[in-house]
Nanobody
């Protein structure tokens, strides 16, 4: 029900925009966010946005470089990633959860808070390398 796209291979300092299109669910009723998982590492939160689109939250490592947004009319969310670093290399997943607070907890603490409640996309690979 969530389809992530937009990943690729880019050089350090480049930009990418990830998209996550929803089908069969209406994103208006969900807080949405992005997670990532690098090889050999645990999945981690990246950024989230509340149902009303007014509240956004980010992990420290991406603040000032990444911007999350949503277009409910298109039933789609986005992650604009600027000034990419090799440490950003990972598979990026989108998620949608009915609870703003739970989504925030998943982003800022542990993704497993969302394990039972959220819809997840299939992931898109982002590789940052010179």
């Amino acid at each position: 029900q969530l389809q992530a796209s937009g990943g690729g291979l880019v050089q350090p300092g480049s930009s990418l925009r990830l998209s996550c299109a929803a089908s069969e669910i209406t994103l208006d009723y969900y807080a949405v966010g992005w997670f990532r998982q690098a090889p050999g590492k645990e999945r981690e939160g990246v950024a989230g946005i509340g149902k009303d689109g007014q509240i956004t939250f980010y992990v420290d490592s991406v603040k000032g470089r990444f911007t999350i947004s949503r277009d409910n009319a298109k039933n789609t969310m986005y992650l604009q990633m600027n000034d990419l670093e090799p440490e950003d290399t990972a598979v990026y997943f989108c998620a949608a959860d009915p609870s703003d607070n739970r989504l925030r907890a998943g982003i800022q603490s542990n993704w497993q808070y969302l394990k039972a409640s959220a819809y997840w996309g299939q992931g898109t690979q982002v590789t940052v390398s010179s």
